[in-house]
């Protein structure tokens, strides 16, 4: 089965559940007025801390030893991003114009 990842978050919440195939595997919390969240992935801790302001970019940090393991490399308009952890690169981009929907591509390399 393809994995298929979406989230919920409440109208007025900060926090977004993810969800891989119906299956709660993490949270991200964004903080307010900040340029970083924190999210929690299958019991892992992790920061995102966005740098940057007209060519914005996020570091993805392991909080158990406070090192950054990826990053994200927003295209000029934000509509797509480049994320690339561990030495596996995603691609991800909107699939409409509401940016409602999206298409994350892994590609493996053999």
Same mark, same amino acid.
């Given at each position: 089965?393809?994995?298929?990842?979406?989230? !919920?978050?409440?109208?007025?919440?900060?926090?977004? +559940?993810?969800?891989?195939?119906?299956?709660?595997?993490?949270?991200?919390?964004?903080? !307010?007025?900040? +340029?970083?969240?924190?999210?929690?992935?299958?019991?892992?801790?992790?920061?995102?801390?966005?740098?940057?302001?007209?060519?914005?970019?996020?570091?993805?940090?392991?909080?158990?030893?406070?090192?950054?393991?990826?990053?994200?490399?927003?295209?000029? $308009?934000?509509?797509?991003?480049?994320?690339?952890?561990?030495?596996?690169?995603?691609? $991800?981009? *909107?699939?409409?114009?509401?940016?409602?929907? $999206?298409?994350?591509?892994?590609?493996?390399? *053999?």
């Amino acid at each position: 089965m393809k994995p298929s990842l979406t989230w !919920t978050k409440g109208v007025f919440s900060s926090m977004f +559940q993810i969800y891989s195939n119906g299956e709660l595997i993490g949270n991200l919390k964004d903080k !307010t007025f900040s +340029q970083s969240a924190k999210g929690i992935f299958n019991d892992k801790e992790y920061i995102f801390k966005t740098n940057g302001f007209f060519k914005q970019s996020t570091d993805i940090i392991d909080c158990s030893d406070n090192k950054v393991i990826g990053r994200i490399e927003y295209s000029n $308009w934000m509509t797509k991003a480049v994320i690339s952890i561990n030495n596996k690169t995603v691609y $991800w981009k *909107y699939d409409n114009i509401w940016n409602t929907k $999206w298409t994350i591509l892994i590609l493996q390399v *053999y």
